[in-house]
């Protein structure tokens, strides 16, 4: 056995490095950006907890200002009245800001506050 037969060599150390970079390029870029869809996926769900939670209130007959900060969040509401029959429409939105304007719209049928 010669004596420069075993061990790489520079070129194929270099080879070597390069495909890693590559490798570790492409999966740092793959959790970066399943970081931002599980932040944009909480924001849906705490979008769509502030949108329950109010609608509940109406129904209830709460019709009071929210006094509360919702943090990154602004939410709206309507009560409208939808037929003789004693049932209103309740419409409740949530708005917020990821990589543009998001809203969140819950509408559901209730009894007419009394």
Known sequence: MRRGMHGFTVIELMVALLIFAAVAAGLAQTLIQ???MRASSARWLRATQLAEERL????AGDRSDDTAPLGE???SWRAEPADAAGLERLDVQVAWEDRGAQRFALVALGRTAR
């Open 73 to 75: 969040f602004t939410r």
């Open 34 to 36: 399943a970081q931002q």
């Open 56 to 59: 509940e209130r109406l129904r």
